[in-house]
């Protein structure tokens, strides 16, 4: 893929950027977009309740590995799918620890048991968007797949997971290393994986050969929405590339991604 845009095949409206941490500072390598649109970030919003849930372990108001969900599953088993959990409340609950499930319900679990009757966006507020400049976030009435902002905001985002932000170091490092690394799965829209590495928020690429690229070393780690928007870190190379989208996940990304993706880490770690 050779092209001097850096949006080449995504939906016409959508906005990206380019990240590296240089000497502990966050510089933006390039960016194409509307900065200050507002795009819905949909599962993106799951690596925003994550980095909240490290903050409460730190606080030690609830530690990852309390047991929370069903069959005594963690906090760390919600937060890395493996908590046996379906997609919502309605799906069948298979035994914990075995498999990787995907399951936006395992987070609310987690959201539910951290903000009681508090309203959960206000939470994030006060633990992780407000002290970071992200103040245009809002949400859908879920948190866990219904958060919205700007390009601008999820670059925060994108800088919090690349250096920890807010994070201490041990908590930070046990959030982006895989928890179960043994078990297999399934990543929506791409297909099952063995195994399919998988950590406290962030999906771990290892050796899965998909969204993330082969260029990407296997540490890299991320997530993706069905809006269409992706973040992906690469933590050897302190890089990352975010990217919003006009329209929803579909095959347009499928096809996209794998390709477009090593394209972005070649211009980043070029640069």
């Known amino acids: 893929m050779t092209t001097t845009s850096l949006l080449a095949g995504w939906p016409s409206g959508s906005a990206v950027s380019l990240l590296a941490l240089r000497d502990g500072s966050l510089e933006t390598v390039a960016s194409e977009g509307d900065r200050e649109r507002i795009y819905d970030w949909a599962s993106l919003s799951k690596l925003v309740v994550a980095v909240a849930v490290g903050i409460e372990h730190d606080w030690q108001y609830l530690k990852l590995d309390a047991p929370i969900g069903p069959a005594n599953s963690t906090v760390a088993d919600l937060l890395s799918h493996a908590s046996g959990v379906g997609i919502d409340a309605t799906a069948p609950l298979q035994p914990v620890g075995q498999r990787r499930i995907y399951s936006t319900y395992g987070y609310d679990l987690v959201v539910q048991r951290v903000v009681k009757d508090r309203p959960p966006l206000e939470w994030l507020k006060d633990r992780f968007l407000t002290p970071l400049g992200m103040n245009d976030v809002t949400d859908d009435g879920s948190v866990t797949a219904g958060l919205r902002g700007s390009l601008a905001s999820a670059e925060a985002l994108a800088a919090t997971w690349l250096r920890g932000d807010l994070l201490g170091p041990e908590t930070f490092a046990r ?5 179960l690394p043994e078990l297999n799965g399934v990543v929506p829209g791409f297909g099952s994986f063995s195994p399919c590495p998988w950590a406290l928020g962030p999906e771990v690429k290892g050796t ?13 780690y991320g997530h993706f929405g069905k809006s269409g928007s992706l973040l992906l870190i690469d933590p050897v190379a302190q890089v990352a590339v975010v990217a919003l989208s006009s329209e ?17 880490h070649r211009r980043l770690v070029s640069n």
């Open 175 to 179: 959030m982006r290393t895989t928890h």
């Open 248 to 264: 929803p996940f579909g095959q347009w990304a499928v096809d996209l991604w794998p390709t477009w993706t090593n394209e972005m």
């Open 208 to 220: 899965k050969d998909h969204w993330m690229g082969s260029e990407w070393p296997a540490t890299s």
